[in-house]
């Protein structure tokens, strides 16, 4: 299982430097503060230990936040409720983001085994985001073909590309890292979601630039194969996420304790 981490991931564009701790800091194109797993003996560690190389990008959270469809007149509660969420998911990631890492990969690994479909879109995470590298990693050695977003432009769908361990990344929008666009187009059957708060309902809280609730949107009107499994720490959990008419309720919800 740990075979999977031997490659690295190589991010176009930049420059970087080591430590020895196997992490490389990049420099140039990249996000500031990221950290990318390279090859070397801690890889299985190095996959969920984001959080002890990151600044906490609380203060600075409005300029990675696209514009927010949330905050109408029908939903005033949505932009506070965004705000106090994001707060208290970087509290959640620092204390148990690490452990939380293997925990998605458990759970995940034992929960898509029972839907052999076709591609699996993930993410690679973004500020206080639990890490699905760890699972991606897994599910592509097991031969799931993997496929990561691109934000294309606002008001715009998803577009999703092939992904392997390996393959080169690029750094996005929004503070993203993707695929690059050259990579094949690879459209998901299971879609992995990252989120800021959810209900029992299934209902999510997203950043607010409504692209993934666009995607599934325009997906399940196509009439496609689509599941959809929302990735947030159970304590995100709250009584009702309000909603406006284009939000789009998930399938399920993984939480580091189990399937919601």
């Known amino acids: 299982m740990l075979s999977c981490f031997s490659e690295g991931v190589r991010l176009r564009g930049a420059s970087g430097r080591s430590n020895p701790g196997a992490n490389v800091y990049l420099e140039g194109t990249v996000p500031a503060g990221a950290v990318v797993p390279a090859h070397g003996s801690h890889l299985h560690k190095q996959a969920t230990r984001v959080r002890q190389y990151q600044r906490p990008r609380r203060l600075h959270f409005s300029r990675f936040i696209p514009p927010d469809k949330g905050a ?6 949505k932009l506070e409720l965004r705000r106090e969420a994001q707060a208290r998911r970087l509290q959640i990631h620092q204390a148990i983001g690490t452990a939380a890492g293997q925990q998605f ?3 995940g690994l034992r929960m898509l085994s ?5 591609p699996i879109s993930g993410y690679w995470p973004i500020r206080s985001e639990p890490d699905l590298r ?8 097991t031969g799931r073909e993997i496929a990561l977003p691109i934000v294309v432009a606002p008001d715009q769908s998803l ?4 992904w392997q361990p390996g393959a080169d990344l690029v750094a996005g929008p929004l503070g993203t890292v993707t695929p690059h666009p050259d990579s094949p187009a690879c459209e998901p059957e299971i879609m992995l979601v990252p989120l800021l708060a959810f209900d029992r309902q299934r209902r999510r809280l997203g950043y607010g630039g409504g692209f993934y609730d666009r995607t599934i949107a325009e997906l399940r009107a196509a009439g496609r194969p689509l599941l959809t499994i929302g990735i947030g720490y159970a304590g995100l959990e709250i009584a009702e996420v309000p909603t406006d008419p284009w939000d789009q309720a998930l399938d399920a919800i993984l939480t580091e304790e189990g399937l919601v």
Do not use: I, K, Q
Not at 72 to 77: D, F, G, I, K, V
Not at 114 to 118: A, I, K, S, V
Not at 159 to 162: D, P, S, V
């Open 72 to 77: 109408t007149l029908a939903n005033p509660t």
């Open 105 to 107: 990969r458990d759970l």
């Open 114 to 118: 029972e839907w052999p479909g076709g």
């Open 134 to 141: 760890p699972l991606l990693y897994v599910l592509a050695a």
């Open 159 to 162: 577009r999703f590309h092939a």
